[in-house]
């Protein structure tokens, strides 16, 4: 946890309209991607946000549908808290905390329909291919969602889809890319004070007391996630997704660099 | 590579074109995770590490910490991704044993005495697997532990070394081995040691060898030893240099 002194800086600044790294209240951190860092993977991303660093890698297996959706691929999300990554972040399964922002992620791929699961279906109910994206976190500061779902975009953008060769998986020179519509990202905004906050290191969000991640695409909402012990108001929440969907469009030309 | 292979080694040549007696390409970046104490990649061909120390910290819960030294604890984690086929994330058997051998061998070398009651730990995390992960892993422990400023006797440095056949199926000692050679080799050994005590800290081996063939495994490590042992040493005088 933070201390009371940084706790008053915070606070003290954001009256001003300020914060504590110099940034603006709607203004993000700088934000570097990297595309196919693991050749293990079949798609791969670094991104930093700032001093929050995320890993994000896509594998491809064989696996058999839901009985529900038995001519659809499966897309599975996951996030582990690296213990090395944050001082507070205990080893173990994954907590309330990654599982929530694992869901969120899941939730801006899954709605924003990123991938095509229809054309990941081999053979009806038997075969499909199963996209696992995991993220992982390097060093953590901060606004986790953003991060990782720019780094699940990048990372699927580049994935590559295996062949399957008399029911064997193979790995190697794949050309083919996985069947991916379109880019979401997400905005996360935090209420600290009175003041909505875009991009939050981790003391703000230590400091904050409500939450609002917004995920876009194509200028549409296509997830939202509220957090936090407080609630806000009908003009704080337009106000928050007018912002959200301003970003989206800066956060986008970051992955249509790569 | 999904069958075996009729050959590791042939013409004086492994399958990547190395002799027996070269280590893959290694790199060193230092400070890669500015949360920790201190941190470092460590990179053997297509294998890659990253480890970070946090600590010495206070130990919670505090009915664990040791009254007259720190507890050193290690945890080696394979990222999902890391591997050919994905991984369930979390640690596994293996994983469980891996993190048990990296701390030991370090808790002769760390001067643990010097922080009673608090834990230091220290996050092993194989970011892409190409063989040879767990050396890779305690290379960059050995790195992290050093830039954390935590006092050690030595550092820690490891090779593994193995036995490949070549076509007519006779046994060569080569070292650091790679996917293949570890998945389809005759033996391999993970090896340690720590220079300056010139103990042996760290030592594991699966499949079968004559005494022989270990010895001069042992010997060919021992000069790959060496060259990682000045690449730590230069990594760490790189990092703290004041001016250059």
């Avoid at chain 2, 480890?51 to 604890?73: F, I, Q, T």
């Avoid at chain 2, 697997?129 to 935590?150: E, F, H, K």
Wanted: hydrophobic letters at 40%; glycine letters at 8%; charged letters at 30%.
């Amino acid at each position: 946890m933070m201390n009371n002194v940084t706790l008053k800086n915070i606070l003290e600044l954001l009256k001003d309209g300020k914060r504590l790294d110099g940034r603006k209240i709607d203004e993000f951190r700088d934000i570097e991607i990297e595309t196919n860092v693991i050749s293990k993977a079949e798609g791969s991303a670094r991104v930093k946000l700032g001093k929050t660093e995320v890993l994000v890698g896509v594998k491809v297996n064989l696996g058999k549908p839901y009985p529900d959706s038995p001519d659809k691929g499966v897309l599975m999300t996951g996030l582990e808290l690296s213990p090395m990554s944050c001082s507070e972040f205990e080893s173990g399964p994954p907590r309330e905390k990654a599982i929530e922002i694992s869901r969120v992620i899941d939730r801006t791929i899954r709605e924003g329909k990123i991938i095509e699961v229809s054309k990941l279906c081999i053979e009806a109910g038997e075969k499909v291919w199963m996209v696992f994206v995991d993220v992982y976190t390097m060093n953590f500061d901060g606004n986790l969602i953003d991060a990782a779902t720019l780094g699940a975009m990048a990372a699927l953008m580049t994935a590559k889809l295996p062949r399957l060769e008399n029911d064997e998986v193979i790995r190697t020179d794949l050309k083919e890319s996985l069947p991916v519509n379109g880019l979401a990202v997400a905005s996360t905004f935090l209420k600290v004070g009175d003041k909505i906050i875009v991009d939050p290191t981790k003391d703000e969000e230590d400091a904050s007391v409500s939450r609002l991640a917004v995920g876009i695409k194509d200028g549409n909402i296509v997830a939202l996630q509220m957090g936090g012990d407080l609630g806000i108001s009908d003009k704080e929440l337009d106000d928050i997704l007018e912002r959200a969907i301003k970003h989206s469009k800066k956060l986008l030309k970051y992955l249509k660099k790569k | 590579m999904e069958t075996k292979p009729k050959y590791l080694y042939k013409n004086s040549k492994r399958l990547d074109g190395r002799n027996l007696d070269d280590y893959r390409k290694m790199k060193i970046k230092m400070d890669v995770v500015p949360n920790a104490q201190g941190s470092a990649e460590v990179i053997f061909g297509k294998t890659k590490v990253t480890a970070a120390v946090h600590g010495p910290r206070v130990m919670h819960p505090r009915r664990l910490a040791l009254p007259d030294k720190a507890l050193l604890r290690a945890k080696y984690d394979m990222f999902s991704f890391s591997v050919e086929d994905r991984k369930r994330p979390g640690p596994g058997r293996r994983e469980i044993e891996i993190s048990k051998v990296t701390a030991e061998a370090f808790r002769s070398v760390v001067f643990l005495e010097k922080f009673p009651r608090t834990v230091i730990d220290l996050f092993v995390s194989v970011t892409q697997a190409d063989a040879s992960t767990r050396i890779t892993g305690i290379n960059a422990a050995s790195l992290a532990l050093a830039a954390a400023g935590i006092p050690m006797r030595s550092l820690v440095v490891g090779v593994t070394f193995g036995k490949i056949y070549d076509e007519k199926g006779v046994g060569h000692v080569a070292i650091d081995v790679d996917k293949p050679e570890d998945q389809w080799g005759m033996a391999d050994v993970a090896y340690a040691r720590a220079p300056a005590t010139g103990d042996v800290v760290l030592l594991q081996m699966d499949g079968d060898m004559t005494k022989e063939e270990f010895d001069k495994g042992k010997k060919m490590a021992d000069k790959a030893i060496d060259v990682v042992y000045k690449a730590q040493i230069k990594a760490l005088k790189d990092k703290f240099e004041v001016s250059k």
